[in-house]
Each structure stands twice: as structure tokens, then as C-alpha cells.
């Protein structure tokens, strides 16, 4: 297969159409090789508009990934928390933008392959239960969540610089529609706006109760 081609297919047909236009994000997209992240016998469809699966769930779509990291709006030198981080696609991604990222993940195999396969990123690792973030990395300028949450932890609030940006899929297991949204950190107004309109998997170890919910 042509993987090449297949990667520049994904960005004319899928991410572009969809408002996707910052010139450094889509080169990014044309270059990185998402096959090598994907499990063997899923890569003829790493670049299909299709939650592949890995390992207990199945990680987010090519289009949903880009409209993520363009709302966290990436310039070089930021400090990003990517959670659920899965094998380290998303997180190599906002590297090779120039950002310092801190990758969680709670599948120790996936995490383990992450590690290998961005070992020369500036990418930091950490095997740990999603919910309660990184507190002794923060406070963080920008955070991702790679699949959806039924709401936003109020501890992962905290770790969010005063001028940083989160974005995440806000919906419950069975939502048929759910909102991906970007919140500004506690020197603005923090509230939720949404940005599209998806489905995807919730992360595993959220909980709606007691957390920041639209």
C-alpha cells in the first residue's frame, strides 16, 4: 500500500473539507506516518475516517484529531498534556509543532509502545490512571483528551495555566451526537464553547459526578 498517498488523500478529503487550514498542522499531517501507530493488521485503514481500534477501545479519527490539536492552538515551546495518549500519535503530532508534551496513558502496552516509537520526540511518558492528570508537571498551557469524557475533572482545572486552553469530547457512553469543546484557562471566563459536533469512545476512568459538566 501507499502510504503516502493514502496520507495525502486523508488531509484533501477529510481534513481540509472540515475548516482544518493552518498550513504548519496540515504539513504535519502530510508527514507523519500514523501507520507506524497503528496495530499491523489494522494499517491498510490508518488513514480511513474510522475509529481503529487499540488496544480496549478504539482511538480518534484523523478528523477529529486535527480539529483538537487546531483548537489548542500549538506554537513552539508550550507545555501540552495529552491524555489517553494511547501508542503517541496525537502526541507526536504536537511535537513535531514545536510543543514540549507530556504524554499519559494507562495502558501500560500502549504506553510502552509510545515510548519506543517517539523516543526521539520531546515527548515525556507516564504510565498512570487517567483522571487525576499530571500535578507534579504543572501547570500545563494547553491539554487534549484523546477520546471522549463524560465532563471535564475539576483537578484537571487546576493544572491548567492561568492563560492555557483544554479541548476534549464532552459525552456519555451510547451518545449518538457529542460536543468537542475548547475552554480558555482561569484568566478568561472558562466556558466550554464547542467547536464541532463528533462521536468517540469515552476514555477509560472518568466519571460525570462531581466534575466540570456543559
Known amino acids: ?14 481534513i481540509l473539507p ?25 494499517r491498510e485503514i490508518a488513514y480511513s475516517d474510522y475509529p481503529v481500534a487499540m488496544g480496549s477501545r478504539r ?11 487546531q483548537g489548542l492552538n500549538v506554537t513552539a515551546g508550550k507545555k501540552i498534556l495529552v491524555i489517553g495518549a494511547g501508542t503517541g500519535y496525537e502526541a507526536h503530532l504536537i511535537a513535531r509543532l514545536g510543543a514540549v508534551v507530556y504524554a499519559l ?3 501500560e502496552s500502549l504506553a510502552t509502545k509510545g515510548r519506543n516509537l517517539t523516543a526521539r ?29 463524560p465532563a471535564v475533572p475539576q483537578g484537571y482545572l487546576g493544572q491548567l495555566d492561568r492563560d492555557g486552553r ?7 457512553p451510547g451518545d449518538v451526537v457529542m460536543d468537542m469543546i475548547a475552554m480558555d484557562g482561569p ?8 467547536i464541532f459536533q463528533t462521536v468517540a469512545d469515552v476514555l477509560p476512568g472518568f466519571k460525570p459526578s462531581g466534575r466540570f459538566e456543559l
Open 1 to 14: 500500500m501507499d502510504f503516502a498517498l493514502a496520507r495525502q488523500n486523508m488531509v484533501k478529503s477529510q
Open 187 to 194: 484568566g478568561a471566563v472558562m466556558r466550554p464553547r464547542t
Open 121 to 149: 520526540s520531546a515527548i515525556h511518558w507516564k504510565t498512570s490512571p487517567l483522571d487525576a492528570g499530571w500535578p507534579d508537571a504543572a501547570p500545563f498551557d494547553g491539554m487534549m483528551f484523546c477520546g471522549a469524557i
Open 18 to 42: 472540515n475548516r482544518v487550514t493552518e498550513p504548519e498542522l496540515l504539513e504535519v499531517f502530510f508527514s507523519a506516518p500514523r501507520e507506524d501507530f497503528i496495530d499491523k493488521k489494522h
Open 59 to 69: 482511538c480518534l479519527t484523523p478528523l477529529q484529531i486535527a480539529r483538537l490539536v
Open 105 to 107: 496513558e494507562s495502558d
Open 166 to 172: 483544554l479541548v476534549a469530547i464532552i459525552g456519555k
